[in-house]
């Protein structure tokens, strides 16, 4: 007889899904809140992005993480995440490894990366609203 209970990889996986998309959150909160929306853009445009990319940034990773802390399409939204933080590494590389080094590391932009793919990979976990298996491996 099954159980109703989620296996203990679907609540890993959940666990994963609500600190990932907590800290989506908070990044994007960062931009609005502590930086402004101004700001964050005169930061994208001193490191060579155009200053514009900051709203629509902000507003997917806010977007993001609120889907991914309520099961929205997980898999795709943590996708859809990842080239923000690679973007974002790619831009602390030359800070070195630990975020807190002046200008910001890049071992929390990658850390994000990494446990964006794993999500990716390794599916929604339990207590989801809405599912797809789109664009997922193996679909």
Known sequence: MPSATPAASELGLTLLRGALGLMWIAHALLKLLVFTLPGTAQFFASVGFPGWMAYPVFVLELAGGIALLLG???????????????????VHLPNGWVHTSAGGGWEYPVFLVVA???????????WTLRRSGRFVPGA
Do not use: F
Not at 83 to 88: F, G, H, I, L, R
Not at 116 to 126: F, N, V
């Open 72 to 90: 929205i399409y997980a898999r795709q939204a943590a996708l859809l995440l990842v080239p923000v933080m690679v973007a974002a590494a790619w």
């Open 116 to 126: 964006s793919l794993a999500l990716w990979l390794g599916g929604d976990g339990a």
